[in-house]
């Protein structure tokens, strides 16, 4: 199993930046793929990021050239960082895991572990 664990997030005004952690500690035997996934109050979940063992990465259109996300396999450890951020990126922020490693995927249904949610306010 996976354990996913979220942190990093806050307020910001728009324009700011925040980066995002996901330690997925647990089974350090298989290749994991983690995604990020965010939920705005009134809106259905949708995936931000997402990226496999071997660092190939997806994202959604509207963050594009703003999130970055990255891996620190050592660690256990995948980040988010988001810059550029508009009032839009306001949400409850989600690390997923997947021990199918091997690629990527901004479908929640890909994952099997999530983590809590970490709050990421963004003021205009």
């Known amino acids: 199993q996976v354990h996913p664990v979220e942190s990093g997030g806050g307020s910001v005004q728009a324009g700011g930046s925040l980066r995002l952690s996901c330690v997925h500690s647990?089974?350090?035997?298989?290749?994991?793929?983690v995604g990020w996934f965010r939920q705005a109050t009134g809106k259905e979940r949708e995936g931000v990021a997402a990226?496999?063992?071997?660092?190939?990465?997806t994202y959604l259109d509207s963050v594009k050239g703003r999130f970055t996300i990255s891996r620190d396999n050592a660690k256990s450890t995948t980040y988010l960082q988001m810059n550029r951020l508009e009032p839009e990126d306001t949400a409850i922020y989600y690390c997923?895991?997947?021990?199918?490693?091997?690629?990527?995927?901004?479908?929640?249904?890909?994952?099997?572990?999530w983590g809590q949610g970490t709050q990421v306010t963004v003021s205009s």
């Open positions: 997923a895991a997947t021990e199918s490693g091997n690629w990527w995927s901004l479908k929640s249904s890909y994952y099997d572990y």
């Open positions: 990226i496999d063992y071997d660092r190939s990465a």
């Open positions: 647990g089974n350090t035997k298989s290749a994991v793929s």
